[in-house]
């Protein structure tokens, strides 16, 4: 019975792998350690005997699983186990949230309601209650669930007083609630069974849901932030800036029309994990470009101070510090929006495709640092040409011996490009609910 069990892990590991890998590109994982996991405090209630069950089936742990606190279990059966606890919890869920839906079409509680204020509050209170699974499903995505579906339902419950919205019609909305329903049954609840389901979602699931929301607090995954709102609905330059980025390939409408069409009332997680991501591609771009102009600017700078004999060497030292200011702001905000990828946003490209050009910076930054005697035009000209070496091929730099440009211009377009990603960094500050 245990061979058979291994054979079902080990295809299901292999399926949930090609299914994460496809629609979720770009995100990162982080699980916590098998080994620290109370698996007793990831059950709730309500699945506590389904669970017992299964395990005195496969014979992983046949007293149950309070038991297996206590026994010494091998890894590949609390693998087993844990597995099982996951798939549970996200069929589980996905059903309790559908009922939510069924609810949701009961002609007789919202079709032919005519109070668009009652709706709402209706709709307010469904996503209230839902939104707080947050943490939950980033921890079954942490640890390689497969909860396409229950992320499909989610994305619809915990922003369903915007789809709602956002439709065209009451009919509109109606048809996306049963794109992620049952097939119409003759058991759709009542106000009387609405009002018991509420209850029951408090009794049952809100304490396991705080449990995560507290100590797996992962505001990435509320709509809020998968849709980048506050960064859409601002109109600052940065906003806007990023925006362009984003807009790049989209055609025939507006980047505002496309957002509101494609992505704002979005049910489709695959569909907006994948603009969360271009959104963070889109600044990672921004960071890149403000790299070349502050590094490409520098190297000029250098050059342009070594074949400069009529300075002295207190104004040549005065231009290196304003340009090494640049330098470090420009850092600083890079180093924030990797923190913030990593910390918060579950993100991995900002990650790796920063790294390098951090170390272009930090060489920079080096440079910048240098004590005043050793900034001689004889030894800045190797300085840039080091400067130079380092960054090729990472931000692509070409310089034009041609192009005049003084000093003054050089630090100019270098503080434009650092204030404008400070700005961008600023906006994209992670929101807590």
Not at 362 to 388: C, D, F, Q, S, V
Request: proline share 3%; glycine share 2%.
């Amino acid at each position: 019975m245990m061979i058979f069990g291994v054979i079902r892990l080990l295809i299901c590991v292999l399926f949930v792998a090609l299914v994460c890998s496809n629609g979720y590109d770009g995100l990162d994982r982080k699980p916590v350690r098998l080994s620290s996991i109370d698996l007793v405090k990831m059950v709730p209630e309500p699945l506590t005997a389904i669970i017992d069950a299964h395990l005195s089936d496969n014979l992983y742990c046949i007293d149950g699983l309070v038991k297996c606190r206590t026994d010494k279990l091998e890894h590949l059966a609390r693998q087993c186990i844990f597995d099982l606890i996951k798939t549970k919890l996200s069929e589980e869920l996905t059903t309790h949230l559908k009922l939510y839906i069924n609810y949701l079409l009961d002609e007789r509680q919202l079709l032919k309601e005519s109070n668009d204020a009652i709706i709402v509050k209706t709709l307010d209170t469904v996503q209230q209650n839902v939104v707080v699974l947050s943490g939950l499903l980033a921890f079954l995505y942490d640890h390689k669930a497969e909860i396409t579906e229950l992320m499909d339902t989610y994305l619809l419950l915990s922003d369903i007083t915007t789809v709602y919205h956002r439709s065209s019609s009451k009919e509109n909305f109606v048809e996306a609630l049963k794109a992620k329903s049952y097939e119409p049954s003759e058991t759709i609840p009542t106000a009387g069974v609405h009002r018991r389901l509420f209850e029951k979602y408090d009794n049952n699931f809100s304490p396991f849901t705080l449990t995560y929301y507290y100590i797996h607090q992962k505001f990435w995954m509320t709509p809020k932030t998968l849709k980048w709102k506050q960064l859409m609905e601002s109109t600052t330059d940065a906003a806007e800036l990023v925006k362009q980025k984003v807009a790049v390939g989209i055609s025939e409408l507006t980047f505002k029309q496309w957002y509101d069409q494609v992505i704002v009332a979005s049910t489709d997680s695959v569909e907006v994990f994948r603009f969360y991501t271009q959104v963070s591609d889109a600044v990672t771009n921004i960071i890149l470009d403000a790299t070349t102009v502050i590094i490409g600017g520098f190297i000029q700078l250098l050059r342009l101070l070594a074949s400069n004999v009529g300075l002295s060497p207190s104004q040549i030292r005065e231009h290196v510090a304003s340009a090494f200011y640049k330098v470090k702001d420009l850092s600083k905000a890079a180093a924030t929006f990797v923190r913030y990828s990593s910390d918060y946003y579950h993100l991995i490209r900002p990650i790796e495709e920063l790294e390098n050009p951090f170390n272009v910076l930090k060489y920079a930054l080096a440079i910048g640092l240098t004590k005043p005697n050793r900034l001689t035009p004889e030894r800045m000209w190797p300085m840039a040409a080091n400067l130079e070496k380092k960054a090729n091929n990472i931000l692509q730099i070409h310089s034009d011996p041609s192009e005049k440009r003084t000093v003054t211009d050089i630090l100019d377009d270098m503080q434009k490009a650092s204030v404008h990603t400070q700005a961008v960094i600023k906006i994209i500050k992670p929101v807590e609910l």
